[in-house]
């Protein structure tokens, strides 16, 4: 119960964390735009994460489940897991570096189960399924894949939709189209904040079910009194109630807190936006999130709407991106599973080294 509790605490915190590490990916544009208030756009993103969070579970599945063999892990696994997942986006963050959480919290639990398991890279499920027929499970079809592809898809939708719009709008007074856009990003944002919500505040819901099914099947759960009963899951099928309540306003509670060096670099200083871009963008990146959530897919929704607002900037001209700041936010995204990785190695050997002392 002691390593419980402190896989829960760790869990909420990375979902606070989460909240406002990940708020600029809802609120930049609306902000960088001026169509909203820092506080006004910062209240609407948390309150489209909190109700998005109860849009299904498809994603806490993925990472509970889908990724790693649970029967090779331990509780320590999954806090060794968070622990490097909260390290590298703390640091990120005072970077001022829009990093993928979702990719540091996978990145933090294929560590820790290898080293869990010695080594044996048979813990992780690399393909599970039928891809063709949208069956597949593993990190090959719904993290490494989806990891190319999706900032792919995110920066070519974004550069369509903002050209077909500039062709329907190319004789419109720029006035017009500023005030009518400035409407419709509101639109954009709310469902930007959705999409996030549905996906985002999924993962850490998965990895709270992974701790309930772990602890039952290693037993830790066998003497707990009546009252605490709701933690025992012998099966992994659903996500508790309590879990989905308690990781929804949590990651409200981030948003609310904002994250205001991430905001600037992605608002501010890679493009200059005007509303039709921020609705260009928003809408890409939210679609493309809804998508991902719906088939289970743990996309990085920082990368999304990263590429979606590079792809709408570029339609104006190349030069018009600032591609320095897009180099050292590409960095930040290939080293992400790799250093997350190693930090889950670690502290899990660690955290292994003091339970037999």
Not at 99 to 128: E, F, M, P, Q, R
Not at 326 to 334: D, L, P, S, T
Request: charged share 10%; aromatic share 8%; with cysteine.
């Amino acid at each position: 119960m002691t390593i419980f509790l402190l896989v829960l605490l760790a869990a909420l915190a990375f979902e606070y964390i989460n909240g406002f590490h990940d708020a600029a990916n809802a609120i930049a544009t609306v902000v960088s735009t001026k169509v909203l208030t820092p506080r006004q756009a910062i209240a609407l993103a948390a309150l489209c994460n909190l109700i998005g969070a109860f849009i299904g579970t498809q994603v806490a599945k993925t990472i509970g489940k889908g990724l790693i063999d649970t029967s090779a892990i331990n509780m320590t696994t999954v806090l060794a897991a968070l622990l490097g997942a909260i390290i590298w986006n703390l640091l990120t963050w005072w970077l001022g570096l829009p990093s993928s959480s979702s990719h540091a919290l996978i990145g933090g639990l294929c560590g820790a189960a290898l080293a869990t398991a010695n080594g044996n890279w048979s813990v992780l499920k690399w393909s599970i399924g039928d891809v063709t027929e949208g069956t597949a499970d593993g990190l090959w079809p719904k993290v490494v894949l989806p990891m190319f592809t999706s900032p792919a898809i995110g920066f070519v939708l974004g550069a369509i939709l903002m050209l077909s719009l500039y062709v329907l709008l190319r004789k419109a007074r720029p006035y017009t189209v500023n005030g009518v856009f400035g409407r419709l990003q509101l639109v954009s944002a709310a469902g930007m904040g959705l999409s996030h919500g549905s996906n985002d505040a999924q993962k850490t819901m998965g990895i709270i079910a992974l701790a309930l099914f772990t602890g039952t099947q290693n037993h830790s759960f066998d003497n707990l009194p009546a009252w605490l009963g709701f933690l025992r899951t012998p099966e992994f099928k659903e996500i508790p109630t309590w879990v989905v309540i308690a990781c929804a306003m949590t990651m409200a509670a981030g948003t609310a807190g904002g994250g205001w060096r991430i905001i600037r670099t992605m608002g501010h200083k890679m493009v200059k936006l005007q509303p039709v871009h921020g609705f260009a963008a928003e809408t890409t990146a939210g679609l493309i999130i809804f998508g991902a959530s719906h088939f289970g897919v743990p996309l990085s929704t920082t990368h999304i709407i990263s590429t979606s607002i590079m792809g709408v900037g570029a339609t104006k001209r190349l030069s018009a991106v600032k591609w320095g700041i897009v180099e050292r936010i590409v960095w930040a995204w290939v080293l992400t599973l790799p250093v997350t990785g190693l930090l889950g190695f670690l502290i899990t050997l660690g955290l292994q080294t003091v339970s037999a002392s």
